[in-house]
């Protein structure tokens, strides 16, 4: 693959908070990240509770994380030192669009791999928005830089701006009757949860004289869901986007016969909080990439309908396909929540299928050729 | 490297070129882009064994038909193609990988119609019907115990414009025994 990139990076924006002045770092438009100034990369539109367009005028913020070593580093209680990547308010119907204001800001956030993990938030006496991604900054070869899909490879295919209806809620709020901002301390780690098992990869095989084996290479980068709850409490915590994690380590599974085999590997998950006037936020997000192989079995095949034969002593060897996003794939017992992921493979896993009689192997939504997603192995 | 990627660096690089103007772009026509990455390995059982890879399969997503003008093996390593067809599928399974060439009749699966084949090189594929597609089948002989390719150039045409579709998967046929994948 041409550049092998990935990392992590979130960015929490809380408008007018106590500390984003602080954390806003001084928009530059240096030679080597022209092309980023000016970019649009969120959009979408702010509505209330009720769904309805919530007010003009209330400030929507895009905020950079920093990685996963600078996550592991901070103490409970210490701020996350996140930094503003643009900034605007509300339109009269309610609308946004943020810009990069700050390529600074995030270029410094991206990982050596490539990839910065985003948070659009809104925090006012209206209420509170947030909603979590990613995204790969790739050089672009003239200097500059091209924004790129994170779970994949795009090779300088500039991905459109990420399109969020963030819904503000009050729950827990003290009061709203204005669209002030609300003052808020920021994200402040509070403690980990430790690591959690989550699904990266996929087999099956239904018939002998198949084998299938799976790697999960070092820096393979997933799509881990990102929790967000207004109490803290087990089972209040429900879905606010994604991020992404890249493994620091290679997990090889063992190589088997017929089975239907999830391939799993665990995630350091831990709780932040920011602590606002109107009322706390808490979220529950990965920090880094534990290792650890294990693997899941299940009784159902997914519909697999195209097929190729594959004949007696023949490998057959998938290094780069879509994936699919295991709806829960990822759980953390202790509130209660169960979480998407995906790990779009790239050169940094892979799937084997070993063939020692003629058989078939089938994709689900495409020939094992092209872009078959999941792979069977069968009669 | 894409041929079109390498000439966009050498470009920046203020490096002329030859044949970066007249290259058909890599992978962006209606055949599409070759797939995602892969490496299949077969198995034949004798030096003078060839081999019938029938692994790809093509679509044409356009709304006017292309003509196969060309097909190739990319960077070969003791790898010849021997000859090219293209064979109708009417169902879901592809021909497929087999040792010998041409397959048996036991080998071919249902709905693929090998008596309707026709050399590649000038195939007229039509435009996309749904989950319609058609099986480029390769006759390959390795010129040593291992042979290798880093994937299938389709050169074509429509509409008047040239395209080139490289398949995203590598090639590797091995004599076994002694080799074997």
């Known amino acids: 693959m041409f550049l092998r990139r990935a990392a992590l990076v979130t960015a929490v924006s809380l408008a007018g908070s106590l500390f984003s002045a602080a954390a806003v770092t001084a928009t530059t438009t240096g030679p080597r990240n022209h092309s980023l100034a000016g970019q649009v990369i969120v959009q979408g539109r702010l509505l209330g509770g009720d769904r309805k367009a919530a007010a003009s005028g209330i400030r929507v913020s895009l905020y950079a994380w920093p990685n996963s070593q600078v996550l592991k580093a901070l ?54 928005g947030s909603f979590n991604f990613s995204r ?67 087999t099956y095989v239904n018939y002998s004289g198949i084998t299938q084996g799976f790697t999960y290479h070092a820096g393979q980068s997933s799509t881990l869901g990102v929790g967000i709850s207004s109490t803290n409490k087990s089972g209040s915590f429900t879905g606010d986007g994604t991020t992404s994690e890249s493994s620091s380590t290679a997990e090889t599974y063992p190589t088997r016969g017929p089975a239907y085999v999830y391939y799993q590997t665990e995630f350091v998950y831990a709780n932040y909080e920011d ?43 998938k290094s780069t396909t879509t994936a699919v996003t295991w709806t829960n794939g990822l759980s953390i017992p202790v509130i209660g929540l169960s979480l998407s992921s995906h790990t779009g493979y790239d050169s940094g896993a892979s799937l084997t299928f070993h063939f020692t009689g003629n058989h078939r192997m089938c994709g689900t939504g495409g020939y094992p050729g092209g872009t078959p997603y999941q792979l069977d192995g069968r009669e | 490297m894409g041929v079109s990627r390498w000439c966009i660096a050498a470009t920046l690089a203020g490096v002329v070129s030859a044949g970066c103007d007249s290259a058909p772009a890599l992978n962006t026509g209606p055949l599409g882009n070759g797939g995602q990455p ?42 010849r193609l021997l000859g090219a067809y293209i064979v ?57 115990l291992v042979g290798t390719a880093k994937g299938i150039d389709v050169y074509y045409s429509g509409g008047g414009i040239k395209y080139h579709m490289l398949s995203s998967t590598t090639l590797r046929v091995v004599v076994s025994p002694p080799k074997h994948c």
């Not at chain 1, 943020?98 to 791999?113: C, E, G, Q, R, W």
């Not at chain 2, 299949?40 to 081999?51: D, E, I, Y």
């Open chain 2, 38 to 79: 892969g490496a299949l390995c077969n198995p034949v059982h004798s030096s003078t064994q060839s081999l019938t890879n029938g692994f790809t399969a093509l679509s044409n997503g356009s709304k006017s038909p292309v003509v196969i003008d060309r097909i190739a093996l990319d960077d070969p390593h003791q790898l």
């Open chain 1, 136 to 202: 790969r900054i790739a050089p672009s070869g003239d200097g500059g830089f091209v924004v790129e899909n994170a779970s994949s490879d795009n090779d300088y295919h500039v991905i459109s701006a990420q399109a969020v209806n963030l819904r503000l809620s009050t729950s827990h709020w003290k009061a709203n009757a204005s669209n002030a901002p609300d003052h808020c301390t920021g994200w402040l780690y509070r403690t980990s949860y430790g690591p959690e098992w989550d699904i990266v990869g996929q």
């Open chain 1, 75 to 128: 103490r409970p209680g210490e701020q996350v030192p996140w930094k503003l990547v643009g900034s605007t308010v509300t339109t009269a119907s309610s609308s946004y669009r943020i810009s990069i204001t700050s390529p600074t800001a995030l270029l410094s956030s991206v990982t050596k791999s490539g990839v910065v993990n985003l948070q659009v938030i809104s925090t006012s006496n209206a209420g509170f």
């Open chain 1, 275 to 317: 602590e606002c006037t109107q009322g706390n936020q808490w979220e529950a997000r990965s920090d880094g990439y534990a290792g650890g192989a294990q693997s899941a079995f299940t009784s159902k095949p997914p519909v697999a309908n195209y097929c190729v034969n594959q004949e007696a002593g023949s490998t057959f060897t």
């Open chain 2, 88 to 144: 109708p599928i009417s169902g879901h399974n592809l021909l497929g990988d087999w040792a010998g060439f041409p397959p048996t009749a036991n080998e071919l699966s249902v709905g693929v119609e090998w008596a309707q084949r026709v050399p590649a090189a000038g195939a007229h594929i039509a435009p996309d019907r749904p989950n319609q597609v058609v099986n480029l089948v390769l006759a390959l002989k390795p010129e040593g």
